[in-house]
T-cell receptor, first 111, second 115 residues
Framework: EDQVTQSPEALRLQEGESSSLNCSYT??????LFWYRQDPGKGPEFLFT?????EEKEKERLKATLTKKESFLHITAPKPEDSATYLC????????????WGLGTSLAVNP | DTEVTQTPKHLVMGMTNKKSLKCEQH?????MYWYKQKAKKPPELMFV???????INESVPSRFSPECPNSSLLNLHLHALQPEDSALYLC??????????????FGPGTRLTVL
């Protein structure tokens, strides 16, 4: 069964303290992995799409990497404004318009 | 520009009311989506339109009725809702290149409260 698991559920960091969020997946024939950021009461904001193992993408303090079993979202020197829930999703093997979502990692960055 | 707009931002309705949620995108995307999201849960897919035709209905109750008048607009008509339908309703759109999975871009959502 296709599945996405994110860890940790919650993470609290001090400003400037780098860390990584994990998204592990089991799906046959990966056709993409998506990272989104979501602030409370708002829609998910697109961050990255990764399509193949070994691929890396960066945006400001964020870097996403992909292996055959998992993806990491590395946050370097985070700031309080990086506080949000980070969601990972992969397309369903049977229909790529249907995304399978992880439950998210709630990140809090203290000043 | 990767903007999807949704109106209204907030909606409060009684169980006997009829209301509509609206979504618009001008990115030339030909796939549009409705999601429902409860607190501390990921988005839950409701409907997908592809080239203005309904392609996925995730067994959503008939009190939710989607409509895609043209390639830029998506509506969700609401009638006789229940309090448990209170949630954040999200619209998304994506291109339809067909080679790999196209990225879905989300709107800001409509916060719906059913009294």
């Amino acid at each position: 069964e296709d599945q996405v698991t994110q860890s940790p559920e919650a993470l609290r960091l001090q400003e400037g303290e780098s860390s990584s969020l994990n998204c592990s997946y089991t799906v046959s024939g990966l056709r993409g992995l998506f990272w989104y950021r979501q602030d409370p009461g708002k829609g998910p904001e697109f961050l990255f799409t990764l399509y193949s193992a070994g691929e890396e993408k960066e945006k400001e303090r964020l870097k996403a990497t992909l292996t055959k079993k998992e993806s990491f979202l590395h946050i370097t020197a985070p700031k309080p404004e990086d506080s949000a829930t980070y969601l990972c999703a992969v397309p369903n093997a049977g229909n790529n318009r249907k995304l399978i979502w992880g439950l998210g990692t709630s990140l809090a960055v203290n000043p | 520009d990767t903007e999807v707009t949704q109106t209204p931002k907030h909606l409060v309705m009684g169980m006997t009311n009829k209301k509509s949620l609206k979504c618009e995108q001008h990115m030339g995307h030909r796939a549009m989506y409705w999601y429902k999201q409860k607190a501390k849960k990921p988005p839950e897919l409701m409907f997908v339109y592809s080239y203005e035709k309904l392609s996925i209905n995730e067994s959503v109750p008939s009190r939710f009725s989607p409509e895609c008048p043209n390639s830029s607009l998506l509506n969700l008509h609401l009638h006789a809702l229940q309090p448990e339908d209170s949630a954040l309703y999200l619209c998304a759109s994506s291109s339809t290149t067909g080679k790999l999975t196209d990225t879905q871009y989300f709107g800001p959502g409509t916060r719906l409260t059913v009294l």
